[in-house]
């Protein structure tokens, strides 16, 4: 079982930055390849970035392509989602995610290759 701890959101205003942090206690961390998603109410899950457990390769959704960028430290068991330039569009609570890299096929962009979710956490962008 990998328990995932998501954690940063908050209240911004538009064209303000915050940094999402994922945290894992699995000795493992460096097995799994992960992922960000979101939800806002009323919409479906949306891919965000995702990133390979090595660090690269790394994947974006175009809609936050030069905006957001996704980054990990193994040694830390942690991964980031650095968030730029925020739109309203934005708003939404945030998850991270996480698939083994050994056992499992990987589909960056879909939320059914992953196996294990955070919390979320709430990311509100005001106009």
């Known amino acids: 079982q990998v328990e995932l701890v998501d954690s940063g959101g908050g209240l911004v205003q538009t064209g303000g930055s915050l940094r999402l942090s994922c945290g894992s206690s699995?000795?493992?961390?460096?097995?799994?390849?992960m992922g960000w998603f979101r939800q806002a109410p009323g919409k479906e899950r949306e891919f965000i970035a995702a990133?390979?457990?090595?660090?690269?390769?790394?994947y974006y959704a175009d809609a936050v392509k030069g905006r957001f960028t996704i980054s990990r430290d193994n040694a830390k068991n942690t991964v980031w989602l650095q968030m730029t330039s925020l739109k309203p569009d934005d708003t939404a609570a945030y998850y991270c995610?996480?698939?083994?890299?050994?056992?499992?096929?990987?589909?960056?962009?879909?939320?059914?290759?992953?196996?294990?979710w955070g919390q979320g956490t709430q990311v509100t962008v005001s106009s």
């Open positions: 995610a996480a698939r083994s890299r050994i056992i499992r096929e990987w589909v960056p962009s879909s939320g059914d290759y992953y196996d294990y």
């Open positions: 699995v000795d493992t961390f460096s097995l799994y390849n």
């Open positions: 990133i390979a457990w090595s660090g690269y390769p790394v």
